[in-house]
């Protein structure tokens, strides 16, 4: 018999919904029943493509014998991470307070009936092992625990109260935050950098694309390193196994110091950013790797993350069945040999087996091989490559496929639709421009309620109020595809994003907060800075108010930008490397970004485009704007003397009229 999860859209939950643990999704149902039968909860929180997750339904949620444990002791809720950010974020937020440990997925929180979290972890085992207890032991414990020792909670739920509201920073009146501020995070990126992979830290390796973008900014404003630096890690990536050298795209993260073996899980939030990333770079330094690794992660997007209405699915399962049928992480990603050999010619397979390390020992848990770049290709051995890869692919494509999670979300899609949307533009290829519109006109049309933004929607239903996240990106979307094609419809969508942001985020405090002011009560509303493998929502939504205030003249979006810089000024001072988007912000409080309107009929303006498209300069926008075009604010609305115009402006000020393109040309030189 299904549990009380039969009914959501949720792809994840649906995936619990006929496990013997009573389980209730996150609402007033699950909630009121603790209180009213004094049960502990337990909280489980995990997604869709979550190896772990995977590992710990099977062993312990689909077992009747602990579900008996969980059902008898517990108020059992399961909750969607990618649906409901906001518990993840409090809830990892505690487990961190209390283990003194890094969070991860699955989350295992077991809370009071007024949802104060007392006991976490992440995964646990059925039976005891990687030093954890197993889980029905741990489960009786902690039942055990709750119904002698409860009242020994109190005094722990206040400190943890008190642990949580230290979180939220307390403003300055005025910005004290400067260029030595941003030079200060630099160097401490610098200290944590690996100069002889790429990236980070040690392994396991994330791609950290915020830190990434901060790093070709600096470059931008002279700081040599900070491109070697920027460049090293995308080039490592783009050699190694973290992207699918068969199939295209990126995976989670990478298990190895070398990016050579991910996590194999594919996530949409992901490849968004990085598409930015590898774009900005081509611009800079014209390497026909990172436009080959656009073309091919924006290929494996369209081909197997696009919906029939527009809009994109979420993420792709690390696990899917073996040979034997058996669920393996990364089983449709790796190869013996032996299978290799029978698909390709003696010289192909030569040349595969080199560049790709099939020749070398076995990489992937000491018996199977993941795809790499081992070897550089010479460029007479290429077509055979190019034959070899695509016949691996074909091939690959017939092994059963990793699950897909096909719900839409606001804000993934949001980073997708900006980073397809400036490789369009940069590769002048405007038949993924349009791609990203299709993709933008599906939220306003679908997820766009003329109130307010939902979150999430899968088949016919969409719901969930939208939080921080979904706005600021959003409004970052619209501001670069106003750059990549201008529409009017999407100057006015972001003007009500943005005054979506001020009436329902904005903290009186300045800065937002990440739940809208009329969001169900938590124990803990969130307003923080700092950036993770997505970017926070204060620092994209800072700098995108500041610029859309420059661009249409709103002071509003000028004031509320600076209110969020005095808000989390403290935090950048003493923390800056953690925030790095909302340095950029910073950075163009400081110097107003440059602002160029061109303005013409449609052909002149795409010569114009073609002409400029490969000048990075990530402190400018640039607008083409069709002169046919006239329901614009007065600061957009000028008049062209001739075929095309451009207008270059900074702050209040404008230049006049420049009547060629070599004259911009030299200006963005």
Known sequence: MANKLASETSP??????DNPVEWYPWGEAALELARKLDKPILLSIGYSACHWCHVMAHESFED?????IMNENFVNIKVDREERPDLDQIYQTAHGMLSQRSGGWPLTVFLTPQQEPFFSGTYFPKTPRYQLPGFGDLLLGIAEFYRKRKGDL???NRQLMKAFASTTPSPNTVVTANFKTIHEAFEELKSSFDFKHGGFGNAPKFPNPSDINFLLRRAYFGNHEAGEMASKTLESMALGGIFDQIGGGFCRYSVDERWNIPHFEKMLYDNGQLLCLYADAYQITSNILFSEVIFSTISWLLREMLSEQGAFYSSLDADSKDENGHNEEGAFYVWQPEQVKKLLTEEEFIVASQVYGFERAPNFESQSWHPYIAKAVFQEDM????????????ARQERPYPGLDDKILTAWNALVIKGIARSGRILNRMDWVKTAQNAMDFIYDRL??????LATCRGDVAHIKAYLDDYAYLLDALLELMQSDFRSR???FAKEIAEKLLRDFESEKGGFYFTSHDHEVLIHRPKTAFDNATPNGNGIATLCLQRLGHLIGEMRYLDSAERSLKAFDKVLISRGAGCPNMLVALEEYKTPPTIIIIRGDKEGLKDWQERTRMFFCPDTLILPIESSINDLPAVLNRIPKQNVNAWVCQGVECSPPINNVDELIERLS
């Open 383 to 394: 077509p055979l490559l190019i034959n070899a890869r695509e016949k691996l692919f074909i």
């Open 490 to 492: 999407d100057l006015r």
């Open 12 to 17: 994840y939950l649906l995936q619990h919904a």
């Open 154 to 156: 109190v005094d722990q």
């Open 64 to 68: 009747s014998g602990v579900a008996s």
């Open 448 to 453: 766009w309620t003329g109130e307010g933004l």
